[in-house]
């Protein structure tokens, strides 16, 4: 469990990093716009951009004529496949006077493409990080609760599988499973515990288990395994 939850903690960390990432990158970008001088530049070359896996993209080299005559050539910070322009292609450029390595092609690619991408993804992120802890801590609550006030029955043990929607690292959590004929319904339910990140089958001694329902919502309902040993931290 406490392997999961700095597995969670991670993830969300990681989400919260990248949502500053992109604001910082919006703001950069902001602050570019505010000062940038406008001209008309052409593409003049292609330049191959490889990955590992070998796959190919394109990055325009783009010519253009800063407002003080000075010529000015610049590679643009997005490749693309297919290439998003063509050699001799007319474009629209966005520089800073003065420093030639501040100029980009007035598109949406070129100004916004990294922030969405880096924000995009920490709302993903963080976002799941997020649902994940607000779940458990309504998991944590109703446990507490229904400990507290919940109604006691004791079901017949059925042993203990795998939670496989459930996986971290590769490896799905444990749970014991249990069964009870409700005398009202005639109908038999199916009980689970919380999940467990260790295999409990050696340590369980019995034929019964506790399990505590809701008074007011006999579907929520709580395992009692208090009398499985801890995991040393």
Avoid: C
């Avoid at 059925?158 to 499973?177: A, F, K, L, Y």
């Avoid at 409990?200 to 034929?207: A, L």
């Amino acid at each position: 469990m406490k392997r999961f939850r700095w597995f969670v903690i991670i993830f969300l960390g990681v989400g919260v990093l990248m949502l500053f990432g992109a604001l910082a990158l919006w703001n950069k970008t902001r602050g570019f716009l505010a000062r940038a001088h406008q001209a008309s530049g052409t593409v003049v070359e292609l330049i191959e951009v490889r990955d590992k896996e070998g796959s190919s993209t394109w990055k325009p080299v783009v010519a253009f004529t800063a407002s003080d005559g000075r010529k000015t050539r610049f590679t643009d910070s997005v490749s693309s496949r297919p290439a998003a322009y063509d050699v001799g292609e007319a474009v629209t450029v966005l520089y800073l006077p003065g420093e030639a390595g501040e100029a980009h092609i007035k598109g949406f690619s070129s100004l916004w493409l990294g922030t969405t991408i880096l924000g995009g993804l920490g709302v993903i992120f963080s976002g799941i990080g997020a649902g994940i802890v607000f779940a458990m801590r309504a998991g944590e609550k109703k446990k507490h609760y229904l400990l507290a006030y919940g109604n006691a029955i004791e079901t017949e043990l059925q042993g203990v599988d795998r939670n496989t929607s459930i996986e971290v690292n590769g490896q799905h959590p444990w749970r014991i499973s249990s069964q009870w004929l409700d005398p009202k319904t005639q109908m038999v339910r199916i009980f689970h515990s919380e999940n467990l990140w260790f295999d409990p089958s050696s340590f369980i001694k019995r034929k019964k288990v506790t399990v505590l329902l809701d008074p007011g919502n006999p579907k929520r309902y709580h395992m009692d395994i208090s009398f499985l040993p801890e995991i040393e931290p």
